[in-house]
Nanobody, 115 residues
């Protein structure tokens, strides 16, 4: 059983930064791709950023230049560095990992951007 546990969410003012972490219960090298999704209240879940096993990354247009996804293999942890946060970034952020045809999800961490 694979577990993904997110942390690092919280309340931050516009223009501030947060770093989300997603700790996996097994080596990250087991996954083909990992990513961060978010779901704002009343909206559908959307992809924020993803990273392939080979290291290539993909970002939603709305976060390009502000967010950075990265992996620490030794720590079995996926990160999302979020800078220049905006109120519209407010959402529950979910960690996702795919191995073969199976998707795994964390329970999410809430990010609130407000003054």
């Amino acid at each position: 059983q694979v577990q993904l546990v997110e942390s690092g969410g919280g309340l931050v003012q516009p223009g501030g930064s947060l770093r989300l972490a997603c700790a996996a219960s097994r080596t990250i090298l087991w996954f083909n791709v990992m990513g961060w999704y978010r779901q704002a209240q009343g909206k559908e879940r959307e992809l924020v950023a993803s990273i392939m096993l080979g290291g290539s990354t993909n970002y939603a247009n709305s976060v390009k230049g502000r967010f950075t996804i990265s992996i620490d293999n030794a720590k079995k942890t996926l990160f999302l560095q979020m800078n220049s946060l905006k109120p519209e970034d407010t959402a529950v952020y979910y960690c996702s990992a795919t191995s073969g045809a199976i998707d795994y999800w964390g329970k999410g961490t809430l990010v609130t951007v407000s003054s």
